[in-house]
């Protein structure tokens, strides 16, 4: 099965990217990895990923300031960006703060639950491209 999208996963320890990267490449996606802010902002613009995995904690900043400066990138809005986060709290901060986040992921979490929420992710983004 070849899903020819491209999902950029955003995470600052290396097993946990390495682990997700490989279970996506398994499940036939193109998989980017940044492991912070800044490096993902760049592989958003060049990478051109139909799906970013965004960790909500990252040593160069926060999630949500990185979800503001990518929602506004010239194709931020046909991203869709999932908040992923070990801590419930901060994802119930996300949603309570209305963060336009588009779905998320609360480690740990198993291989179905992450696979089911990037398939969503991409059917509602095509949803919106149409």
Do not use: C, N, W
Request: no cysteine.
């Amino acid at each position: 099965m070849t899903h020819r999208q491209k999902v950029l996963i955003v995470e600052d320890d290396h097993s946990a990217r390495v682990e997700l990267g490989d279970v996506l490449r398994d499940a036939g996606y193109q998989v980017l990895e940044a492991p912070g802010g800044e490096a993902a902002l760049r592989l958003a613009v060049s990478g051109d990923p139909a799906v970013i995995l965004l960790d909500l904690i990252l040593p160069d900043g926060a999630g949500f300031d990185l979800l503001d400066r990518l929602r506004h990138l010239p194709s931020g809005e046909r991203i869709s960006i999932v908040a992923v986060s070990g801590f419930e709290e901060r994802i119930r901060d996300a949603k309570l703060a209305g963060a336009r986040f588009d779905a998320y992921l609360l480690k740990p979490f198993g291989i179905a639950q992450l696979l089911s929420t990037v398939a969503d992710a991409l059917t509602a983004r095509r949803a919106v491209e149409a």
